[in-house]
């Protein structure tokens, strides 16, 4: 009872001191038999090698279910294969760069909102975090923008991932699913919520597309309409379409929000670090927009150091088709197979202090020496996130302009604790003293001298 007491009330509660030092740990959960793997040979042969014989367990595509049951994240075989060949284009590199312009407006105007406080002021950042990167889908994703206001869809998010991201025993237990949850039916408002944006989103575009086709945005939304099967071609079908819609209006922000907020706790922890970002960010702002987020190399290691303590992704559960071996461990089929990121980057095996916040393990040689299996914020194999290079491009510039602009410290008496549902955020928020910098030159950095769009 008190295993289902902490599953619900926050999972990150059910990780004890073995599962950080031993790489395979059998047992833990009341549902048959579990194996919480961390050893990157295992894991490598779970996600890659042999991944044929592992799909998505029956307790994460429920989670999915709620609105996502068709699209990228929760689709499997050649559902999945499709969905995939079709989204890829839209996050190739020479595309996610295209995209700076765009995040870097998003992010001058949190400065802009931001610059209005009072000296000293005292702010959430987390809600904060979450309107930025919102900003930056509805400017990069979704060009015609959400028919309400945003900051109706950024609560209509948390109460989203906070209803469906609480684990029901009765999901635990293998209740069959025509058996009632009470979380299922507090998120159905919010479905429909949804539904009625993504229908009014997909309305505009499809009679801009209809009428005036050479003025269309190329962004996601037109290249998902295009591939929608209208004469079975084997295109997308509607749900598939909307599903996506929301999974990348979800996904597109969600997970960046809470990796932002993530590393300006950290960094207001760290003198050190907050100084060298801030000199970084004062030294490259002012170049070409064009390459800026690989100029900003310290910053980009502080993102990657940040995902390794707080990792977007805090979970990953397979179960095994056929019988099989991890590093010496008997796999039935139908075992469950647990992997979590946020256990594996803090192994005791695999990191020298792994709980210490060092951005240096993502610089120079250091990088090299990790372990491609050992460091999943992303996932890893077919399935890896197809949106994690938009994501680091996206918090690498949102940050670094951050802490050009602002200094900042945790308030006073306030204590940080990592939640999870179906992301990993703060609990009870993270309030913040910010205060302008001052900056030798005041005219550096401004929008209209990078060329940057005002809107």
């Known amino acids: 009872m008190a295993l ?10 059910c990780w004890a001191a073995p599962h950080f030092e031993r790489p395979i740990v059998a047992g833990g959960l009341p ?11 295992a894991i ?3 996600l890659l090698d042999n991944a044929v014989n592992y799909r998505k367990d029956r307790l994460q595509r429920r989670v999915l279910s709620a609105g996502l049951s068709d699209g990228l994240l929760s689709a499997e075989g050649e559902q999945w294969r499709l969905q995939r060949r079709v989204i890829a284009p839209m996050f190739a590199r020479r595309t996610v760069m295209d995209f700076a312009p765009a995040m870097l407006a998003a992010a001058e105007a949190l400065v802009e909102r931001w610059s209005a406080l009072e000296d000293g002021a005292s702010i959430d950042v987390a809600p904060e975090m979450a309107k930025v990167t919102l900003d930056v889908v509805e400017r990069t994703i979704f060009s015609d923008g ?13 109460t989203y991932f906070n209803t469906i991201g609480r684990i029901s025993p009765l999901d635990i237990l293998g209740v069959p699913d025509f058996v009632p949850r009470l979380g299922r039916l507090r998120v159905q408002a919010t479905l429909r919520f949804f539904e009625k944006e993504v229908d009014r989103v997909i309305s505009v575009r499809r009679r801009m597309l209809a009428e ?9 939304l037109t290249h998902l309409l295009e591939a929608l099967d209208t004469g079975g071609s084997g295109g997308l079908t509607e749900a598939e379409v909307r599903s996506n819609i929301l999974t990348f209006i979800a996904a597109g922000h969600e997970t960046t929000a809470n990796t932002l907020s993530w590393a300006l706790f950290l960094l207001s922890q760290s003198g050190e670090w907050r100084e060298r970002v801030q000199a970084e960010a004062d030294r490259e702002l002012i170049g070409p927009v064009e390459d800026m987020a690989d100029r900003l190399v310290e910053t980009r290691a502080v993102i990657e150091e940040t995902v390794r303590l707080y990792p977007p992704i805090a979970a990953i559960s397979r179960v095994a088709l056929d019988r099989d071996e991890l590093n010496g461990e008997r796999v039935r089929a139908g075992s469950l197979i647990v992997i979590s990121p946020y256990v594996l980057h803090r192994h005791r095996l695999l990191w020298d202090r792994p709980d210490a916040f060092d951005p240096r393990r993502f610089l120079g040689a250091a990088q090299a020496t990790i372990d491609r299996f050992a460091y999943l914020p992303f996932g890893t194999g077919p399935r ?7 994501a680091l491009q996206e918090a690498t510039l949102v940050l670094a302009t951050i802490v050009r602009h602002f200094a900042f410290r945790l308030r006073p008496g306030h204590a940080v604790w990592p939640m999870l549902r179906v992301t990993l955020r703060p609990a009870n928020g993270l309030p913040m003293v910010i205060a302008m910098r001052s900056l030798r030159d005041p005219d550096r950095c401004r929008p209209a001298e990078r060329g940057l769009p005002n809107s």
């Open 31 to 41: 549902i048959g038999h579990v194996l919480l793997v961390h050893e990157p040979g």
């Open 384 to 390: 890896k996130c197809i949106g994690s290079s938009f």
């Open 146 to 158: 959400f028919g309400s206001d945003a900051e109706d869809i950024r609560k209509a998010m948390t």
């Open 44 to 46: 490598r042969r779970v």
């Open 212 to 220: 005036q086709p050479d003025q269309a945005p190329r962004d996601l």
């Open 4 to 13: 289902l007491g902490a599953l619900k009330r926050n999972p990150l509660e």
